[in-house]
């Protein structure tokens, strides 16, 4: 049987930065991290000294939301593929 010679129906080879087991390594990390951010807001929002400081675990807690999502989708949508 012959290879086709045609690119388009060969399968991309991914990186190991974006394999499966990196995309969900990151995915728990980032949950870690989505968790301590809004143990810091607690924190910060009780204590009266820190209520001016409550943005930066909010954008920490934002970013790693945003990353979790975006990285979900792209293996969902990599394993829909395949």
Known sequence: MQL???LFFRKTITS???SNFVCWTIIVS???V???AIAGII???????FKEHV??????AFL???LVI??????KLRSKNN
């Not at 975006?70 to 293996?75: A, D, G, L, S």
């Open 4 to 6: 086709d010679q045609n």
């Open 16 to 18: 190991w930065y974006d």
């Open 30 to 32: 980032m949950v870690f």
């Open 34 to 36: 989505f968790v301590f």
């Open 43 to 49: 924190v910060a929002s009780g204590n009266p000294y």
């Open 55 to 60: 943005w930066f675990p909010a954008l920490l």
């Open 64 to 66: 790693s939301l945003i």
């Open 70 to 75: 975006k990285i979900f989708f792209r293996v």
